[in-house]
């Protein structure tokens, strides 16, 4: 690990407190960090649908279809950026997009990041039937084992909303992690299981699982803020300006450096969503800032082994 003087402008050591330098890590992107100091970690995911998401929506005539196939341009372009700047990342891959595109996505494992488990068939898995949610994610685990040579540890639901029985199968599956709740920001714990949500009831908390839920949120989520959506009834603008996206995304950063002494800062990125160029300049400059101000960028994988190291 290396220590490095940092170069921040005044205005930006103002913002960053707690800062005191920046810090490369990991030399390897298998190795654990030292626990004995204030950690600030970032993951950088991106959820590689390809046409997976529109074809589970039913959306199959070719416009849809081409949208989500520049995710795979797009791909080309973010693994790029992370060689360059020498950065892990982890991939969430659908097994559609594993085996549709087993090039793109040998890259990505050729370059060292991690995949992650993002189902087969990209279908919400709270509208599945236990057999068929457990039949598209073992389907799934096994196109990840045949690319990857060991299969997941960790879970992201399409859509992110959980099944009650989702859980239960990443419990029998010995996953480590998933990703898909927002239940805290900063701080990773562990899922619940059983927990019931009624009428005119106070909440009832299930008990805990082994899985360590690493939260996530819509906040700093790439497709609600950029993507244009138009159903028959509805239109989902999105279209925001990516300079003020990625102010906020580094704020984010600014508040879990303020207030914590450690914490894992999650931003999911979609490659068919963040790989329009004028959103790859900002997403750039945005890691570069996170660079400069002491983030550790790690997997997610590393990021709940190192959080679990802290226990
Ligand atoms: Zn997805």
């Not at 997941?152 to 599956?173: C, E």
């Not at 992690?177 to 949500?197: C, I, N, V």
Request: one cysteine or more.
């Amino acid at each position: 690990m290396r220590h490095v003087t940092s170069g921040l402008h005044k205005r930006q050591r103002a913002l960053l407190p707690i800062q005191v330098g920046v810090i490369l890590w990991p030399d390897s992107f298998g190795s654990a960090p030292p626990q004995d100091m204030k950690q600030h970690i970032v993951c950088l995911t991106f959820d590689f649908d390809a046409q997976s998401g529109f074809i589970a929506r039913g959306l199959t005539t070719p416009t849809p279809i081409s949208r989500g196939e520049f995710g795979v341009v797009a791909s080309r372009r973010i693994l790029d950026f992370l060689k360059r700047m020498q950065i892990p990342s982890t991939w969430f891959v659908p097994g559609f997009t594993l085996e549709s595109y087993p090039q793109a996505c040998e890259r990505i494992v050729a370059e060292g990041h991690e995949i992650g488990h993002h189902s087969w068939a990209h279908i919400v898995p709270a509208s599945q039937t236990l057999e068929e949610e457990s039949a598209d994610f073992e389907r799934a685990q096994d196109s990840i084992r045949r690319l990857w040579g060991r299969g997941a540890v960790g879970y992201r639901s399409p859509a992110w909303d959980l099944s009650p029985n989702t859980l239960q199968l990443l419990r029998d599956h010995d996953f480590l992690y998933d990703s898909s709740l927002m239940g805290d920001d900063y701080t990773p714990y562990f899922a619940r299981q059983g927990d019931r949500a009624e009428l005119g009831k106070p909440f009832h908390f299930g008990a805990e699982s082994n899985i360590l839920e690493m939260p996530i949120s819509w906040t700093m989520d790439d497709h609600p803020h950029f993507e244009f959506l138009r159903w028959q009834n509805t239109v989902m603008p999105g279209l925001q300006s990516p300079r003020t996206v990625m102010q906020g995304w580094f704020d984010e950063f600014c508040y879990m450096q303020k207030t914590t002494e450690r914490g894992i800062l999650t931003y999911t990125m979609h490659p068919y969503v963040i790989g329009r160029g004028y959103r790859m300049l900002w997403m750039e400059d945005l890691v570069e800032r996170l660079q400069k101000a002491g983030a550790v960028f790690m997997t997610m994988e590393q990021a709940a082994r190192a959080h679990l190291q802290t226990l």
